[in-house]
């Protein structure tokens, strides 16, 4: 494989945007950007705090070492909250620095009862309490552990996120007094403070398991204590579950399921009365699955994020359930957005070509879009400096009539009236809702557009019929159909970009992860015209998935039955029942900690592949769930891919044959 300027260890050190957060009166923007940490002894992404004028001008970082993330200023822009590790248990807790700089200080510990990781904050209104969330200490528990006597009663025992409020103090201080506000065999979600800061509301399910979110609820407690139940105030049924105060008090916004417990679900914003009462439905999105960001500060509109298609839209949703006004729409991808109380927004937008970046925008302006400030792109130090694709857009329609968008990235110096011919690498994506946007071409993923066109290889990326971004009906298009319309979809799209004469036939790959593994598995089941596969984290055996995943109701509600209640069924839609027709050589990667989707099902796939003499290599992620994390391993499943791909699509033919098989 020749050197390239897209090494897979470079475009690990992408400056990646995970928290905003803007100040009270807009004149600053708190930011994380990750980074990759890596010693001889440690391989590790590490978000750091970042602090930028809204006007434009340099950026300061604000934390140095150890991991900072969630950043929070105070109400009156005194003080910034965020969470890293403690020293003394190497547990994260939650920390306050002074805005104007020195040295932070925590707020939790063991000595004041916090002994687990907090995973969210958020300050009072009046900024003297912090609300958090983490796992009550349970000394029985502990000390059982310890022993050596702890045998786990399946989906039983749990540990359980509860919430709490600490006073705040300043540095030098012991550990200030802390309230729990929750208990019982529930999990806390995503919280927020009423404006008077008498309650809190927040969202919760009864267990860590995702499987539950259908039950998940919406409540308020007393900031107090005082407190022992809290005030139900109906299902959400939401796996987002969103939810923000409105300023004048009255109002819980929160996004709602409506399409009951399906995994494809819709949703919309609904209005809860904070004190009990029939919550009341705001306008719909495109997409149905909206996720509220904040209010307007007159309390007359929900400020929510519509993905649609490959861009973000950020709508305001009228409180007398008029129609959605987009504020924001076309301008790129966005999913980290915060809105102050002034109704000043900031955002991560990135595009094609544009790496990540804050945006800020006066969400009070008649012309929001016109007044989008894009700030200075974060420092990316050891990020690679290369030329970027060209990228096309592609929609083509489908024989049942659903419109298909698809992503077409080509090597930078390539001329379409040459009549060269490029190797065409098929990446599909996760989900099977997820959906592919406007990316930055060279964000670090397993198959990284940016470095493949470097080699020589186009890259095409679709959004077949159950992607997010289209709707309802779009989402939930490929139930009881995996590996039917979705399947049609894509090849119909590969065949659209063989007619633009771009694509060589002799030299196709195909790519994915989880879905997308799956979605490469049953390809290579139904057609041998790609000459080389990468399977990650795939599903190959439905009905095995179902007794070992995390998630075993996932499947059986997008299949619209049980494994035992229709195994025929079952192994229509599954790869493993049809490998007897793979000759496609693949690699595949998987973690050996998914729970998500279980190690076994790789092995499943490779063992029988290996059995039946055809090509196939397996690598295991130690340390791994459902996506790979620590940067070195990050790299070596980008660079494993980009030398397969460079092996098996650069030659110059290939003997399978190049009309897809008819499901």
């Not at 298609?309 to 305001?316: F, N, W």
């Amino acid at each position: 494989m020749p050197d390239l300027l897209w090494k897979p260890e470079e475009i690990i050190h992408y400056p990646l945007i995970e928290h905003v957060h803007l100040a009270p009166d807009g004149q600053q923007v708190l930011f994380t950007t990750r980074t990759a940490y890596l010693t001889d002894k440690a391989s590790e992404f590490r978000n750091q705090i970042v602090m930028a004028p809204t006007a434009g001008g340099e950026a300061r970082p604000l934390t140095f070492g150890e991991a900072a993330s969630s950043p929070r200023w105070s109400p009156d822009g005194r003080y910034i909250a965020f969470l890293r590790k403690l020293p003394t248990n190497g547990k994260v807790g939650l920390w306050v620095m002074r805005a104007n700089g020195g040295e932070a200080w925590p707020l939790t510990g063991v000595d004041n009862g916090i002994h687990n990781d907090v995973t969210m904050l958020s300050w009072s209104p009046d900024g003297q309490r912090l609300a958090l969330i983490s796992v009550p200490y349970d000394e029985a528990k502990e000390q059982r552990r310890n022993q050596r006597d702890d045998a786990l009663h399946w989906r039983i025992d749990y540990d359980f996120p509860h919430l709490f409020v600490a006073q705040f103090v300043e540095a030098n201080r012991p550990l200030p007094p802390v309230v729990q506000l929750t208990r019982g065999r529930f999990c806390v979600l995503n919280l927020d403070w009423s404006p008077d800061g008498a309650r809190i509301a927040f969202t919760h399910r009864p267990t860590p398991l995702m499987d539950t979110w259908p039950q998940s609820r919406l409540a308020t407690i007393a900031s107090t204590g005082d407190e022992n139940e809290p005030l139900d105030l109906g299902a959400t049924i939401s796996v987002q579950a969103s939810l923000a105060y409105a300023p004048n008090n009255q109002w819980i916004a929160c996004d709602i399921g409506t399409a009951g417990a399906s995994w494809a679900y819709a949703s919309r914003v609904m209005l809860f009365p904070a004190t009990g009462g029939d919550p009341v439905p705001l306008a719909h999105v495109s997409d149905e699955q909206p996720r509220v960001v904040g209010w307007k500060a007159d309390s007359r509109a929900v400020y929510a994020l519509n993905q649609t298609g490959l861009t973000s839209q950020l709508a305001a949703l009228p409180v007398d359930g008029g129609d959605a006004q987009v504020l924001i729409d076309g301008e790129g991808q966005f999913e980290v957005v915060h809105v102050n109380a002034a109704g000043q927004a900031a955002l991560s937008m990135q595009n094609f070509t544009e790496i990540n970046r804050v945006c800020v925008v006066d969400l009070t302006s008649q012309t929001a879009a016109a007044a989008l400030r894009k700030l200075a792109p974060p420092v990316a130090t050891h990020y690679p400096q290369g030329p970027l694709p060209q990228v096309k857009t592609l929609h083509w329609r489908t024989p049942d009539d659903f419109e298909i968008e698809g992503i077409l990235y080509l090597p930078h110096d390539y001329d379409e009236q040459s009549g060269m011919k490029l190797p065409l690498l098929l990446h599909i994506h996760g989900g099977p809702a997820g959906v592919f946007q406007r990316q930055f071409a060279g964000y670090p993923y397993y198959y990284t557009p940016a470095a493949l066109c470097e080699l020589g290889i186009a890259v095409f990326r679709c959004n077949p019929r159950g992607s997010g971004g289209y709707g309802k009906q779009f989402r939930a298009a490929n139930m009881r159909d995996w590996g039917g319309g979705d399947y049609r979809d894509i090849q119909q799209g590969v065949d659209e970009v063989l007619a633009m004469g771009i694509a060589d036939p002799a030299r196709l790959g195909i790519c994915g992860w989880s879905y997308g593994g799956f979605m490469a598995s049953w390809t290579i089941t139904q057609t041998n015209r790609f000459v080389a596969a990468s399977i990650g984290a795939p599903v190959t055996n439905p009905t095995s998935f179902n007794g070992t995943s995390d998630i075993p109701g996932f499947i059986p509600n997008y299949f619209g039955v049980e494994a035992w209640e229709d195994p025929a069924f079952y192994a229509a839609h599954s790869p493993i029942a049809h490998v007897q027709n793979v000759q496609t050589p693949a690699i595949i990667q998987h973690g050996d900690a998914d729970v998500r989707v279980p190690l076994e099902q790789g092995l499943q796939f490779y063992n029988a592949m290996h059995r039946r003499g055809v090509p196939v290599e397996m690598y295991i992620y130690p340390r791994h769930g459902h996506a790979l994390s620590e940067p070195r391993l990050l790299a070596d499943a980008a660079r494993r891919n980009l030398e397969w791909f460079a092996k098996m699509l650069l030659q110059s033919s290939n003997t399978n044959e190049n009309t897809p098989k008819q499901v």
